[in-house]
């Protein structure tokens, strides 16, 4: 079945220091996401990205944060300066068309910013 | 916007017997996609099951099935013969159906536990 990998699994980073994760969606699917979840909390929406540009974002998604899809395969979240408050589990998701139903989701990220 | 409300933080089961999670939600929309998702100690989100709401008929997935209550806007999921691979933390969440691309919306989940 195919999946939605994301790298690295975990990645400790100190304060101030940029820090980029990386998402390979599946195939052909369309539209892709990111979402975090800090420790205990419920899982909040980022950004949503289609067609090369972001087609929704969240207050969360503040300038320090970007996206973007570099070649055909790869899609990124970049934080330029992380903060404590960026430590949480970061998903990567992708579905085949906006409008059918759920999301694949990758295994996540935790990054831990120190 | 809508919102998702789980207001079990935690429940627990015994081996082999059924357990109801529930989960409201508001929305002004009439279509639109509701899911339970599981999250095990690993944290990966993984699709447990889903409902459109323009369909009456309640979804089933093996030992999983929703009670869907359009009018009161509450999706619970009723897990059966519960087995002690289920325990995790669930999730509801809500997709908008007419936004293309659009967000989930989670609820704050439920951890459940299953005791043999």
């Known amino acids: 079945e195919p999946e939605v990998t994301q790298t690295p699994s975990h990645q400790v980073t100190q304060m101030g220091q940029e820090v980029i994760l990386r998402c390979v969606p599946i195939?052909?699917?369309?539209?892709f996401y990111w979402y975090r979840q800090i420790l205990g909390q419920k899982v909040e929406f980022l950004v949503s990205f289609y067609n090369n540009e972001i087609s929704e974002k969240s207050e969360i998604f503040d300038d320090q944060f970007s996206v973007e899809r570099p070649d055909g395969s790869n899609f990124t979240l970049k934080i330029r300066s992380t903060k404590l408050e960026d430590s949480a589990m970061y998903f990567c998701a992708s579905s085949e068309s906006g409008q059918r139903g759920g999301y694949t989701f990758g295994s996540g990220t935790r990054l831990t910013v120190v | 916007a809508q919102t998702v409300t789980q207001s079990q933080p935690e429940m627990s089961v015994q081996e082999a017997e059924t357990v109801t999670l529930s989960c409201t939600y508001d929305?002004?929309?009439?279509?639109?996609?509701l899911f339970w998702y599981k999250q095990p100690p690993s944290r990966q989100m993984i699709l447990v099951i889903r409902?459109?709401?323009?369909?009456?008929q309640n979804a089933t997935e093996n030992r999983f099935s929703v009670n869907f209550q359009k009018a009161a806007k509450s999706f619970s999921l009723k897990i059966s013969d519960s087995q002690l691979g289920d325990a995790a933390m669930y999730f509801c969440a809500y997709r908008s159906w007419f936004l293309a691309g659009s967000r989930l919306t989670f609820g704050e989940g439920t951890q459940l536990t299953v005791n043999p």
């Open positions: 929305t002004s929309e009439s279509d639109y996609y």
């Open positions: 409902q459109e709401a323009y369909k009456q």
């Open positions: 195939s052909n699917h369309l539209y």
